[in-house]
């Protein structure tokens, strides 16, 4: 792995645990409140292709499991995924929805105007 890449992976996960998992902690929290259940998961680099559907960067996924959702339910997602090759993190909606940022600029505000988002089409589906 060269140097730019593994800068940025850390880079990454300094993000994850200074910005990013906060915001996601609270809102668990008030989903779990609601009587929803809703985890995050991790994901680390890889260079080698796993058939995941992004390219193997880093990535932090919070899933939500609706209260009343039948088990075989697909249920929604919102990743923030480390985009290696262009250094950006992309965040990715079960829906489709996609929103990219450089490292930087991704600060408390975004990530939770991104969640905010995701919940309210969440809610209007």
């Known amino acids: ?18 910005v ?47 209260a009343g959702a039948p088990d075989n339910a697909a249920h929604p997602s919102l990743e923030f995924h480390g985009d290696v090759a262009r250094q950006a993190v992309d965040v990715l909606a079960s829906n ?7 490292i930087a600029d991704l600060g408390p505000a975004e990530v939770k105007a991104e969640l905010d988002d995701w919940l309210a089409r969440l809610a209007t589906s």
């Not at 990013?20 to 609601?34: M, N, Q, S, V």
């Not at 489709?96 to 450089?102: C, I, V």
Request: glycine share 10%; net charge negative.
């Open 20 to 66: 990013i998992r906060p915001e996601i902690d609270a809102a668990i929290g008030e989903l779990r409140g609601a009587g929803h259940d809703a985890n995050v998961s991790t994901q680390e680099f890889t260079v080698m292709a796993d058939g995941l559907p992004t390219d193997g960067g880093p990535s932090l996924t919070l899933a939500l499991r609706p």
């Open 96 to 102: 489709g929805r996609k929103q990219s940022y450089e």
């Open 1 to 18: 792995m060269d140097q730019d890449t593994n800068l940025f992976i850390q880079a990454f996960w300094v993000k994850c645990r200074e």
